[in-house]
């Protein structure tokens, strides 16, 4: 067996968690920024995500590359691509269960990232609709939706324009 295979499979899953962990990281400060309304860094923050976005799928390829590398040297066929799992698996002690807990830790950071970006978003989805509630009630662009009967007896679902509201001078 080719330890430096091994190693160089190790170094690059290491390589892409950091590059994971960044993405945690700027998550939640994208998390801080919208809550504190600071649209400056969460300008900032959303283009370094990205570019790490691009960073991290650039080193997808590496990963690939490496594990298949591995796969190859322990026998494995090269279709259907090995997992971590089986390849660790077929590893060493030592060697396996560096790659087994490589494995694990990237499945954690991608659960996190997908969890947190999901609650990014319901916050910019909430701010977004108070912005709009607050423009549509200033400009009078609301409208309400009738729910009395027609003619015919059905539901009239006819929207009726609300006034524009008036704003006190003391706002």
């Known amino acids: 067996m080719d330890i430096a295979i091994v190693a160089k499979l190790a170094a690059t899953l290491e390589e892409h968690l950091a590059g994971y962990q960044k993405l945690v990281d700027f998550i939640s400060e994208e998390k801080k920024y919208l809550l504190s309304l600071d ?9 370094a995500k990205e570019v790490l976005g691009r960073a991290i799928q650039d080193q997808v390829a590496a990963v690939i590359t490496s594990l298949s590398d591995t796969a190859l040297m322990l026998g494995l066929p090269p279709v259907p691509q090995p997992t971590l799992q089986e390849v660790a698996a077929l590893l060493p002690k030592p060697y396996g269960g560096k790659i087994n807990e490589l494995a694990i830790t990237l499945a954690r950071l991608k659960n996190v990232i997908l969890r947190e970006n999901e609650a990014n978003r319901r916050f910019v989805q909430e701010a977004l609709s108070l912005v709009n509630g607050s423009i549509n009630a200033l400009t009078g662009a609301d409208q309400i939706k009738g729910d009395s009967y027609g003619k015919d007896g059905g539901q009239d679902q006819s929207v009726k324009k609300a006034r524009p509201t008036k704003v006190s001078k003391e706002v």
């Open 39 to 47: 649209l400056d860094g969460l300008l900032v923050t959303s283009q």
